[in-house]
Each structure stands twice: as C-alpha cells, then as structure tokens.
C-alpha cells in the first residue's frame, strides 16, 4: 500500500506532497522550509529517495534543491527549465522507481509555464494519485500570465489542452493533487473544496467543461493582479535557492527601532490589528502574524529593503520569520518582542487609531463629516460591487500611491478587516487621520450605505 501525505502551507495557498511505500518516498513539490518535510519523513519512518518540481515556482521559494542535497535524493526538474544547477531532467513519460511496485511517471502539461509538468503516482501499473502542480487545480487551473505577457493566450490554451488529456488519460476515480489553488495567488480562480478526482473535475471544472475558445475568453478575462515579489521568486528557483537559515534576528531596542525608522526601513508590527490601533510606534506598518504576512508584506516591500519584526512574543517572531522566508526575505535586520511601551524612544507616545463597522461609517457620511471611504479590496472584488462615493486603491497598491488618496479623514474598508488594517497603518504613519473598519463589507449595504451594483461597471 502506497500513501500520500498532505504538507500545507496555508499563508501561501501551496501544498506539498510526501508519497510512498514501507521504505522509501518521493517528495512533490516541497516547500522552503524543509525541516517540515524532513519531520514528516522520520514519522513515516520512510527515506526520500526523490524530490520532484513540477515547475520552476513563481510563487514561493523552493525546498527542493536543499532537500535534494541533504536526502542524496534524485532531484526531478523539467527539462525544458533552465536552471543553473545539476538536476534529474524530466521529460513526458519518464518514469522515476519511488518504492516496490510504486512508480511516478512524468506528464508534459504545459500551461501554467512553457516547461511544466505532472507526475502520476502508479501503483503496479495502475495510476492511483496525480500531482498536478499548477495545471489542472481543483475547479480551475493555474494562472497562465506569469511568464510572459505574449505568452499568456497561448498558453491559456494549452492549459486547456493539458487539462483534457490529464482527463482522457487517467481513470475518473485517481486523485486530483494540485500544489495551488487554496488562496494561492498563482490560481486563475480560488479552489472549491480540498478533496478532488479526475471524474470530480471532469463534471465541473470549466476547464473540462467549456470550449477552449469559451475557456480561454473566461480565463483571461478574470485574471486579477500579480504579486509584486513573483518577479523574483522565478529566477530565485532558477539560480538555485541558498540553504535556509531561521536563526532568531539579532533584538533592538527602542533606539534602534527609531533609528531603522528614521532611516526609511521598513519596521512591522505582527501583532493583531485590534492591538495595533490601540498602541503601536508611529512610522510602523501593520501585518498580522496570522494573516498572510508572507503574501502582503512581500508584495508590498520594496525589494531588498531591510525589515525589523516586532510581536509579543519570540514564538510569533519565529512563525513570521519563517513565513517571510518562504518567499525570500531571508534575514530580518533585528526584531524585538513585548510591546508598544518596550519599542517607542524616550520622551514619545505610542500613536493609534480609530476602528469601526460600516454601521459607524453610514452613520458618519449622515452626519456630513469631512470624510474619504478608501476601498484595499482587489480589482475583481470591487468588479462585485462597492461603497458609492469610494475611491478604489487595492492594499498593495496603496503605499505607492498615497497623493491620490483625497482631503478628510480616511475610513479605509476591505472585505473582512485585515486589509484594511494594512492599510491604514500605511496611511496613519503617512500622517493621515485613518480609521480602519473592521467588518465583513456583507454588513455595508445592511448599514444603509448606498452600493453601486456590478451592473453599473
């Protein structure tokens, strides 16, 4: 009997695949910090014998090449990838030994990039499990505009194509195992369900179910912004990731915190947003350690520019460190835990700001306050819907375009709170007076605020 173990990385929308047999394993698509996967092995009690891409990710740092290296595993990348280390090159029908009876075969499935490719995991003969990386995902595919903007039609269609014959080849009962897909940036669409099959998606995904002219039209049509930090995570992969170290940043103190401020570094607070409006150090920018600090922060920092961590506690410095790590802010400058009163400089306050419900808000615009509603909500989420009167500024834009936001105190709203909790850390520490709403946008028309409705775009 073969099994397959599921690694999630949640902040990142990704998994990563450990399968096999008694002895031996094969690990699909692993992430950058590898010590998980190395922990899930000594388990399972079973020694990877190979490492397989399924690409070169756009996405997130790979673990592959480090784990490889440390496993003496057989390290399975594309062949069309050109990478700048030794690797197994993988071609269409290659077959890699995993354990007795257990053989993963390559499955050229071009579409999310030029080279990508599947791997079927057969068991005597048999396909039982295919891991699908960015192709066919559970209810829609991997974004195909990552590569190459000329590109992106034609391989929208080969999506299309590498779908079908995922479906016509395999058996409707294998197992559908993608590593996007679960709020990962790198989906054409967001997944529906974690669990799927061939014969799943053949009844419902629209990749099996339109036309590829209808397909296509469809996909692109509904492709939204691309994170920032994908520029880089690609040719990362491509060089070949440094081995990774998430030894504790060196601790600052409040003078230090000032001076990194004064220098025009970026300082983040990882503590709740409740927290942050209450008291924080003026000049610092809001990430919650359990929101997706590795997908905002990353996208939002200019590249390169040194980060100071600041949390409640070590724990939470770590889980950031790692998190950001993942998409290669390797080392913090400094970190320092405990609270606002530990980190402002001698002689300061801590600065703050409002928060409320869009009931707060309807009931300021009633009362004729001087007031601007930003909207940090995504181009296709406003293409649903929004506040009348709202400028729209997406949160990972806002930074970089702050002359655009207008006269009067900003109420900033995205769809649930922690968006625009980012963003109105940007703005108070640009000097604006800021309240961050902290509600589900569901509750803005309940409130009584006037909507403008889709059909209006």
């Known amino acids: 009997m073969f099994f397959v173990d599921v690694l999630?990385?949640?902040?990142?929308?990704?998994?990563?695949?450990?399968?096999g047999g008694p002895r031996t394993a094969v690990v699909v698509d692993p992430p950058r910090d590898i010590d998980r996967v190395i922990a899930e092995a000594a388990r399972r009690g079973v020694r990877i014998v190979a490492v397989a891409e399924t690409h070169v990710h756009n996405d997130y740092v790979t673990g592959g090449l480090e784990l490889a290296r440390l496993?003496?595993?057989?390290?399975?990348?594309?062949?069309?990838?050109?990478?700048?280390?030794?690797?197994?090159?993988?071609?269409?029908?290659?077959?890699?030994?995993?354990?007795?009876?257990?053989?993963?075969?390559?499955?050229?499935?071009?579409?999310?990039?030029?080279?990508?490719?599947?791997?079927?995991?057969?068991?005597?003969?048999?396909?039982?499990a295919v891991f699908t990386g960015g192709s066919l995902l559970i209810g829609s595919v991997g974004r195909p505009d990552l590569v190459e903007p000329r590109l992106t039609e034609q391989l929208a269609r080969a999506q299309h194509a590498s779908a079908h014959r995922l479906a016509e080849e395999l058996d409707d009962e294998v197992a559908v195992m993608p590593t996007h897909g679960f709020g990962s940036f790198c989906s054409s669409s967001q997944a529906q369900g974690?669990?799927?099959?061939?014969?799943?998606?053949?009844?419902?995904?629209?990749?099996?179910?339109?036309?590829?002219?209808?397909?296509?039209?469809d996909l692109l049509a509904g492709l939204d912004d691309i994170p920032a930090y994908y520029a880089h995570m690609g040719p990362a992969n491509a060089e070949g990731p440094a081995p990774l170290d998430l030894t504790p940043p060196r601790p600052a103190d409040a003078g230090e915190i000032a001076r990194r401020l004064a220098a025009g570094e970026w300082v983040v607070d990882l503590r709740s947003r409740v927290a942050f409006a209450a008291g924080h150090v003026a000049g610092t920018f809001n990430f919650e350690v359990d929101g997706q600090p590795a997908t905002y922060l990353a996208w939002m920092i200019p590249w390169g520019k040194p980060v100071?961590?600041?949390?409640?506690?070590?724990?939470?410095?770590?889980?950031?460190?790692?998190?950001?790590?993942?998409?290669?802010?390797d080392r913090p400058a400094a970190a320092a835990v405990g609270s606002p009163a530990d980190w402002v400089a001698d002689g300061r306050r801590p600065a703050s700001f409002r928060r409320a419900t869009f009931a707060e808000l309807?009931?300021?615009?009633?009362?004729?306050?001087?007031?601007?509603?930003?909207?940090?909500?995504?181009?296709?989420?406003?293409?649903?819907?929004?506040?009348?009167?709202?400028?729209h500024l997406p949160v990972h834009r806002i930074h970089r375009r702050l002359g655009e936001v207008p006269d009067g105190t900003v109420w900033v709203h995205c769809a649930g709170g922690m968006r625009?909790?980012?963003?109105?850390?940007?703005?108070?520490?640009?000097?604006?007076?800021?309240?961050?709403?902290?509600?589900?946008?569901?509750?803005?028309?309940?409130a009584g605020l006037a909507l403008v409705p889709p059909a209006a775009n």
């Open 362 to 391: 309807a009931a300021a615009r009633e009362r004729g306050e001087h007031m601007v509603v930003v909207d940090v909500r995504r181009d296709a989420e406003r293409a649903d819907g929004w506040i009348e009167g709202s400028v």
């Open 420 to 446: 625009a909790a980012i963003a109105a850390s940007v703005l108070d520490a640009a000097g604006r007076d800021v309240v961050a709403v902290d509600d589900d946008y569901a509750r803005a028309a309940e």
């Open 308 to 329: 100071t961590l600041l949390a409640k506690s070590a724990e939470d410095v770590a889980r950031a460190q790692r998190e950001i790590a993942r998409v290669g802010i």
């Open 194 to 217: 974690s669990r799927s099959t061939i014969g799943a998606e053949k009844a419902s995904n629209p990749v099996l179910v339109q036309d590829v002219d209808t397909f296509v039209k």
């Open 8 to 19: 999630e990385t949640e902040g990142l929308g990704n998994r990563s695949y450990l399968a």
């Open 71 to 128: 496993t003496g595993a057989r390290y399975l990348v594309p062949a069309g990838a050109a990478v700048a280390y030794a690797r197994v090159p993988v071609t269409d029908g290659d077959e890699e030994p995993v354990d007795e009876d257990l053989v993963l075969r390559a499955v050229a499935t071009p579409g999310h990039t030029p080279h990508h490719t599947s791997y079927v995991l057969q068991e005597s003969g048999r396909p039982a």
